[in-house]
């Protein structure tokens, strides 16, 4: 029997992206594609994607005994080093030519990659900005989220604030009860309406831009939600000085070797072809 591993499809050649879902994603900070991988590219993958990440996660406690973040989801970060056949998904051109497309820029680079997998019962995953993390100009920033099996609409899909990437840094909270907490309360105002959450197949993928005020809402069912984003950044786009400990961290971690002001090209945030 051959393993599909060893025929992996190339994810390659450009997925067409319409002038007005390029406005609006610009509009909106966020938008869903459908059939950005076929049913049967993505089965491929998330063979291969499942196996690292479940061998690759550290995490052995009890659902049960995590707090609010360790229940949101398994969380493995930069597989596209640790596993090459992983790495063909996370450097495809296809995927790399929607964000180009979705940013308005030639080529873009890797921040990182994760696999987000939110087990059955797994928690809400709450409320937050991804570029508070970043030390980055996060303005050609954006991330791709891809399930790897269909996602019903009790299986933790995503939320988006309509309008939030507009406004930058809208709190210092990073994912934890405050920050839902602090987001709640911004969003009962009605200052930015809620899309989703929606189902949505494997191999659709939705795109949010850096500073887009997001959500995934918790795992009721009983089966895994298989998730693998890749965070794109414009080529070009610098690294900026640390204003927290978390990015801190990051600059150490996902730009290595850089000071801040240097364009974020270390060998981890190689230039995609698109």
Known sequence: MINPASILPALSGRFPVAAETVAQFGLNGHTRLSGV????????????????????????RALEDRDTYGKAFLQVTNLWRQDHDVARFTLAERFAGVAADLLGVER??????????KEAGGGVTPWHQDALYWPLEAEKTLTMWMPL????????????????????????YGISDESETHFRRLLDTGRFPVDG?????????TFHAGWTLHRA?????????????????????????????????????WLPGLQPGDVAASPLNPLLPA
């Open 149 to 172: 099996v269909d996602v019903t609409d009790n299986m933790g899909g995503m939320s988006f604030a309509r309008g939030s990437h507009l406004e930058g840094a809208l709190s210092s």
């Open 37 to 60: 991988a076929s049913a049967s590219e993505i089965g491929h993958y998330r063979q291969v994607i499942r196996e690292a990440a479940l061998r690759l996660s550290q995490e052995t």
């Open 108 to 117: 873009v680079r890797i921040y990182h990659d994760q696999a987000l997998f």
């Open 197 to 205: 959450p929606t189902a949505i197949r494997a191999g659709d993928a």
């Open 217 to 253: 809402h918790p795992n009721t069912s009983q089966t895994m939600r298989e998730v693998m984003t890749v965070i794109y950044l414009a080529d070009g786009t610098r690294a900026t000085e640390p204003r927290s400990t978390e990015q801190q961290h990051d600059l150490a971690t």
